[in-house]
């Protein structure tokens, strides 16, 4: 019964790099949610996905950034050309439905040097 | 403004303690979360509600839809307790997507 998995759980980039974050849901979880905590921050949305679809991207920037969640295999939130703006730690979240209680993965956490 | 304010801010509070933080939102929602965050930083869920009070061992939740106001209590505390604790809102409009408050450190002292 093995909760969210995310992988790297740490990850250092140099500016302009690509960063893949990656995210298996839970058994029997459809629906992915990808959120950023930048240091000293609250979590904030970026992205809404459902199996191979994207549902919501509201809060995802609209330039270098983009996420996927694939019929077989993770989710992935795939961040290129990085700056040093974009260290943060990057949290999925698992449902099994729209509205049933999300439950998180352990982060990633993104350092670009 | 936030959508979503929390108090305090920050909690010291000795073991055994009866403790109370607080999550007032300003939007319609359909249901309101309370996560906890370890030192490590991972993020738990705690509950997830629509009504009334929920129990989970020494803690509990409560919300009044009316007032647009939620509270987590946590009962004879303990240092393992200490950790940021976050309110966060799904307002019908939105999807399922969640907006969060900027989260309470509660630090629970032996």
């Known amino acids: 019964n093995a909760g969210v998995m995310q992988n790297p759980r740490h990850l250092v980039r140099r500016r302009g790099q690509e960063a893949r974050l990656r995210c298996s849901p839970m058994?029997?979880?459809?629906?992915v949610y990808w959120y950023r905590q930048l240091p000293e921050e609250g979590l904030k949305f970026m992205v809404y996905?459902?199996?191979?679809?994207?549902?919501?991207e509201s809060g995802m920037p609209k330039e270098r950034f983009s996420a996927e969640f694939p019929k077989e295999g993770p989710s992935i939130l795939r961040i290129q050309q990085v700056v040093r703006g974009d260290s943060a730690a990057y949290f999925c979240?698992?449902?099994?439905?729209?509205?049933?209680?999300?439950?998180f993965g352990p982060g990633t956490r993104l350092t670009v040097l | 403004k936030n959508e979503v304010e929390q108090s305090p801010q920050n909690l010291t509070a000795q073991e055994g303690e009866f403790i109370t933080i607080n999550c007032s939102y300003s939007?319609?929602?359909?249901?309101l979360h309370w996560l906890q965050q370890h030192p490590g930083g991972g993020i738990v869920s705690l509950f997830m509600?629509?009504?009334g009070k929920k129990k989970h061992g020494r803690l509990i939740a409560t919300i009044n839809i009316q007032e647009k106001h939620s509270s987590l209590h946590i009962t004879a505390s303990h240092p393992r307790d200490s950790a940021v604790y976050i309110c966060?809102?799904?307002?019908?409009?939105?999807?399922?997507?969640?907006?969060f408050g900027e989260g309470t450190q509660l630090t629970v002292n032996p």
């Open positions: 509600l629509s009504s």
């Open positions: 996905l459902q199996k191979e679809n994207i549902i919501d």
């Open positions: 966060a809102v799904r307002p019908p409009t939105s999807g399922s997507r969640l907006t």
């Open positions: 979240a698992s449902a099994r439905t729209a509205t049933d209680t999300q439950y």
């Open positions: 058994k029997g979880h459809s629906h």
């Open positions: 939007v319609g929602i359909s249901a």
